[in-house]
C-alpha cells in the first residue's frame, strides 16, 4: 500500500481536488492523508474547511494560517509556518507521494519542503502560461521541483519538455474543474433565484476580480474602472465573488463593499461553494474578470468570457474567451458587442476538457514505479 497526501490551501483548489481525494480513498491501494492549509481556516474567505467536512473527508493535518494583513511580510510569515507544519507531519508520517495543484506561493513553499524531505512529488496543472502573474514563475519552480506531471493539454506537455522534464514523467488529463462541472448537478434559473434570494433582471453579469500581483498599484484603480462600467446599462445586476488571498486582497474587498453600499444592482458573496458558483454563471448573460475560471471552466457553459488585464496573459484560450483592457469605454463596448451572442458550439470549443481527469491521475500514479524517481535527471532539448 502507497501512502499519498493531498494538500489543499484554497477553495479554489479543493474544488479541483476533490475528485482526485475521491478517488484515493475509493482505492484500496493507497493509503491516503489530507494536509489542509491557507486560507480554508479564515472567515474572511468563508471558512471553507467546513466544505471538506460536508464531503465526508477526515482532514488529517491542519496548518492554520493568518490572513488579517496580506501584506508581503505577513503572508512570508504564513509561508514560514506552513513550512514547519509541513516539515512535522512528513518528519512523523513515511510518504510515498505528495500531491500538490497549481501554482500559489503557498504550493511553491509545500513543494520545496517536500523535495528537501526526498519526498517524491506529484504536481497537477504545470505548463501553463500567465505572464500577468507572480504565479507563472511559482508555477513553473513547482514543476522543477516535482517528479510527475499531470497536465491539460498537449501544449502544456510539450512546455514541461521544454524544461527539460522527462516526456515519461508527464501525462495528459484535462482539466480537473471542467470533469467537475460535467458531474455537478446545477440549480435552475428558479433554484438559484430562490437560493440567493436575488430576483433576475434583463442583463446579469457575473464578475470575479483577483488582485494582479505584479501591478500592485494598479488594483484599487482597475476595480474601479469595472464596476462603473456596468452603470452604463439599464435593468441589470452584477454579481461578485471575493478575490482569492493575494496581496491587495483586502483593499479590493473593502472597495467593493464600499460600492455597493451605495449603487443598487451589485451583489457580493464571500463564498458561493462551486455548485451554486456554475448555477449563477450559467444563468448570467456574461462572465467578466481576469479568473481562471473564466477561461478553464465558463467555456463549457456556453458563455462568453470577457478577460481582463494581463493576469491570464498567455494561457491556452477557448474563441468565446475576449480579451480586453481596463478601460470604461472599451469595457463597456465589448459587452454591447457580446451580450446577446448565440451559442455555437465550434466557438464554446473547450481546449481544457478531457474525459475522467481523476481516474486517470489515479491509474498513472497506482502504475509508477515511485521507488524508483530519485535521482530526478534534467533532459536537454537535443534528445527530441
Known amino acids: 500500500m502507497k501512502n499519498v497526501t493531498v494538500l489543499t490551501t484554497s477553495r479554489s483548489d479543493y474544488d479541483l481536488l476533490s475528485g ?37 473527508f477526515k482532514i488529517d493535518h491542519k496548518i492554520e494560517l493568518s490572513y488579517k494583513n496580506l501584506s508581503k511580510i505577513n503572508l512570508v510569515k504564513n509561508l ?16 510515498d507521494l505528495f500531491i500538490i495543484l497549481g501554482d500559489r506561493h503557498e504550493t511553491l513553499c509545500a513543494a520545496f519542503i517536500a523535495n528537501f524531505n526526498n519526498i517524491p512529488i506529484a504536481h497537477i496543472g504545470g505548463g501553463e502560461i500567465t505572464e500577468g502573474s507572480q504565479d507563472d514563475c511559482y508555477r513553473h519552480a513547482i514543476s522543477k521541483l516535482s517528479n510527475i506531471h499531470f497536465v491539460s493539454h ?38 438559484i433565484e430562490k437560493d440567493i434570494g436575488i430576483k433576475l433582471k434583463d442583463k446579469n453579469f457575473f464578475v470575479t476580480y ?26 441589470y445586476n452584477v454579481f461578485i465573488t471575493s478575490p482569492n488571498a493575494d496581496s491587495g486582497s483586502h483593499e479590493v474587498t473593502q472597495f ?57 496573459k498567455g ?33 464554446f470549443s473547450n481546449p481544457y476538457e478531457r474525459a475522467n481527469p481523476s481516474k486517470t491521475i489515479v491509474s498513472k500514479i497506482s502504475k509508477y514505479n515511485l521507488e524508483k524517481i530519485f535521482p530526478k535527471e534534467f533532459i536537454n532539448l537535443k534528445k527530441y
Open 210 to 235: 483577483h488582485p494582479e500581483t505584479i501591478n500592485l498599484n494598479q488594483n484599487l484603480k482597475f476595480i474601479k474602472i469595472l464596476l462603473e462600467s456596468f452603470l452604463a446599462f439599464d435593468n
Open 20 to 56: 482526485v481525494i475521491s478517488e484515493f480513498k475509493n482505492n484500496k491501494n493507497f493509503k491516503t492523508s489530507l494536509i489542509v492549509s491557507g486560507s480554508h481556516f479564515d472567515k474572511r474567505f468563508g471558512k471553507t474547511y467546513k466544505r471538506i467536512l460536508e464531503d465526508k
Open 256 to 312: 467593493i463593499n464600499k460600492f455597493i453600499k451605495i449603487n443598487k444592482n451589485f451583489y457580493f458573496f464571500k463564498n458561493l461553494g462551486r455548485v451554486k458558483y456554475f448555477s449563477l454563471i450559467r444563468v448570467c448573460n456574461l462572465y467578466i474578470g481576469n479568473s481562471s475560471s473564466g477561461i478553464v471552466e465558463v467555456p463549457s457553459l456556453k458563455k462568453i468570457t470577457l478577460n481582463l488585464g494581463n493576469r491570464q
Open 80 to 95: 514560514s509556518k506552513l513550512s514547519e507544519g509541513l516539515a512535522l507531519f512528513f518528519k512523523n508520517n513515511k510518504q
Open 315 to 347: 494561457r491556452l484560450k477557448a474563441k468565446s474567451v475576449i480579451d480586453t483592457d481596463f478601460n470604461k469605454k472599451k469595457i463597456i463596448s465589448t459587452i454591447k458587442k457580446y451580450l446577446n451572442t448565440k451559442n455555437n458550439n465550434f466557438y
Open 154 to 191: 498537449p501544449s502544456h506537455k510539450k512546455r514541461l519538455i521544454q524544461l527539460g522534464e522527462k516526456k515519461e514523467t508527464i501525462f495528459i488529463t484535462g482539466n480537473l474543474g471542467v470533469e467537475n462541472l460535467k458531474k455537478d448537478n446545477l440549480l435552475t434559473k428558479n433554484e
